[in-house]
């Protein structure tokens, strides 16, 4: 069966706890960007998630949550993506806190349309890296390793190699793309423009697209036609 972000080249990351101006948010969802992304890695709560869901129902691109917390799973999304931090010594962001979350909401998780998201956190200054734990200094063949183990033991759906708020290391992104064989490519980080865009777009699979809506409407925009203008190497 094909999976909803099998298609999927260029995804706009939207945090619950930034605002965008409404005028911007429909220039965001008539884009082009095949999909929008709901997460965030401090800040959010129920309500300000549903209010972005609110604002968000009526599109015709798919919208999916990445559910750091289990009272974030709302019902309404498109998709649900389970994060699991692969280079982390807390036991907690790579299963844990999924399991705790079983116990309670199992019955009630739509599994049809929820996947799992191994995630590789590669900047040590970001939030993320520090609510998490992660070890951002990974060498290229430490993080190929991590890909192997997500694609070939964990068999993961999905691979996101993130730098949150920096441009991230191209040859490092190559080197995990070679070793996966069905574990599809994300990559997230420092993307302000086309030409970022294109570069990684050369190697991931899927491009996300975050920081930039806030401060640079334009550049985030011009992103999208550039990742469709950009053939992956082989």
Not at 32 to 46: E, K, P, R
Not at 48 to 76: K, M, Q, Y
């Amino acid at each position: 069966m094909k999976e909803l972000f099998s298609d999927w080249r260029h995804v706009f990351k939207l945090d619950p706890d930034r605002t965008l101006p409404q005028r911007e948010l429909e220039a965001v969802l008539g884009s082009g960007t095949d999909a929008i992304m709901v997460g965030g890695s401090s800040g959010l709560t129920y309500d300000n998630t549903a209010a972005l869901l609110e604002r968000l129902t009526g599109s015709d691109i798919p919208i999916v949550l990445e559910v750091t917390h289990p009272e974030l799973a709302l019902p309404g999304f498109d998709a649900y993506l389970i994060p699991m931090v692969l280079n982390t010594g807390q036991g907690d962001w790579i299963t844990g806190r999924q399991a705790l979350a079983l116990e309670e909401m199992a019955g009630l998780i739509p599994w049809e349309k929820t996947w799992a998201e191994g995630y590789l956190i590669l900047n040590e200054d970001c939030e993320a890296a520090r609510v998490s734990g992660a070890d951002a200094s990974l060498t290229e063949f430490q993080a190929a390793a991590y890909a192997r183990l997500a694609d070939r033991l964990m068999r993961l759906p999905l691979l996101y190699v993130e730098y949150s708020g920096r441009f991230g290391d191209m040859g490092l992104l190559r080197r995990v793309k070679r070793v996966l064989s069905g574990t599809r490519l994300i990559y997230g980080g420092g993307i302000d423009g086309p030409q970022r865009a294109s570069q990684a777009a050369r190697i991931a699979s899927t491009v996300v697209v975050g920081n930039v809506l806030y401060h640079d409407l334009d550049g985030a925009l011009s992103t999208v036609q550039a990742v469709r203008e950009t053939e992956q190497e082989i």
